[in-house]
C-alpha cells in the first residue's frame, strides 16, 4: 500500500524564527505559521477561519528561515506531517502535538508582510532579490517567448545555408 505525508502552505510567521543548534551542530528553526481560510456560512455571510500551525525546519533550510523570515512575513511551505508525543515534567500527563516539518520553503515577502519578491527559490536558498519591484521578480520568471509569425503563402521560410 502507498502512503503519502505532504503539506503545502501559505501563509503568514506568527512569531519571529526561534534559531537553536542541536549538540551534534545541526541547526533546527522554530516558527509558526497562521493560515487564512474564507468561506461562506448558511446565510451566506463570509466567514474567516484561522488554522495557526508549529513549524520546523532542519539544518540550511533553518538557517535560511532565521534570516530571511520575521514575523509578518509571507512564505509557501512544503513539508510533511510530524506527531510529537511526550511526557509534561510539572503535571505527569502525556502530552501531543501535530507540526510539520519543511522540507522546501519560498520566501514570498520581505519583512512585515508587504508583498514584494521573492527572496529564495524553490530550494530555499536565498537568490539575493531585494523589495518588491518588477525586475526581481522577473528574474524568477521565464523568459518571455517570441510569437512564430508563419511565411506567407503558407510555406515556412527555410535557410539554404543550412550545412546538413
Sequence with gaps: MAYLNKVLLIGNLTRDPELRVTPKGTA????????????KDESGASRDETAFIDIEAWGKQGELCSKYLQKGSLAFIEGRLRFDSWEDK????????????????????????????AAAGAT???????????AATDRHAPPAR?????APGGQEKVDDDVPF
Excluded: I, W
Excluded at 28 to 39: H, P, S
Excluded at 124 to 134: L, Q
Excluded at 146 to 150: E, G, I, M, R, S
Design 28 to 39: 533546527v528553526c522554530q516558527f509558526g505559521l497562521a493560515v487564512n481560510r474564507q468561506y
Design 90 to 117: 510539572t503535571s505527569g500527563q502525556k502530552r501531543n502535538k501535530l507540526k510539520v516539518v519543511l522540507e522546501n520553503v519560498q520566501f514570498l515577502s520581505r519583512g512585515g508582510g508587504g508583498g514584494g519578491a
Design 124 to 134: 530555499g536558498e536565498a537568490s539575493g532579490a531585494e523589495g518588491g519591484d518588477a
Design 146 to 150: 517570441a510569437a512564430a509569425k508563419p
